[in-house]
């Protein structure tokens, strides 16, 4: 596998690793009980998410025509960086985090899948349109997040500073993206990075 095959099927390759993640949830879920387990299924359910959004190329397509002003405010390798690193390898640490250090730090990812639902669904109102990753937001991430949020926020061990530090890392993680894309549009010339 290259690194160009892999810039145009990484999100292909999510679908069929969110199918194994989901696939091994009965087993999971006697080991790590329903809060972990709803910490755990947040990396499948984003994956699933991440189909929607950047099947051919849509979001980034979109992203640069709407919110770039027709200029490569995202390029490709960018978007796989901000997905398989900000998206995939977040998880997992908080994942781990959660499950060998403390449940709190997975609220990580399920801020990642809220804040993220919010985005898009804000986007759509403000812009009156869709936007790719608008319906698995509101149909996956959305309930799902809600769900999580509420059985994690339950636990006697979960102060509110557990969902401070988390929703502010999530929204650092968001606006390193903005600081990025402001970077790049202010640029004089958008070449690759």
């Known amino acids: 596998m290259t690194w160009d095959w892999f810039k145009i099927n990484w999100m292909y390759a999510a679908l069929v690793a969110s199918l194994l993640l989901f696939a091994l949830v009965p087993l999971l879920y006697e080991q790590f009980g329903l809060p972990l ?5 947040q990396l499948p359910i984003y994956m699933l998410h991440q189909l929607e959004e950047h099947h051919q190329d849509r979001f980034r397509l979109w992203f640069n ?10 390029s490709t390798s960018a978007v796989v960086f901000i997905n398989v ?11 781990y985090l959660a499950h060998f250090a403390s449940i709190g730090y997975g609220l990580i ?4 899948t809220l804040v993220n639902a919010v985005v898009h669904i804000a986007g759509a109102i403000i812009q009156r349109r869709y936007n790719p990753g608008l319906l698995t937001a509101i149909a996956l991430f959305l309930p799902v997040g ?3 949020l509420r059985v994690i926020s339950l636990l006697p061990n979960v102060p509110l500073v557990d969902h401070a530090a988390a929703l502010g890392l999530v929204v650092l993680l ?10 790049r549009i202010a640029a004089p010339s958008l070449g690759n990075p």
């Open 174 to 183: 968001h606006g390193a993206i903005v600081f990025y894309v402001k970077v």
């Open 65 to 74: 025509e709407v919110l770039g002003g027709g200029r490569e405010a995202l």
């Open 37 to 41: 387990l709803l910490v755990y299924i």
């Open 109 to 112: 990812a399920v801020y990642l």
């Open 146 to 148: 809600i769900w999580a």
């Open 85 to 95: 690193v900000g998206v995939w390898i977040v998880n997992l640490l908080a994942l």
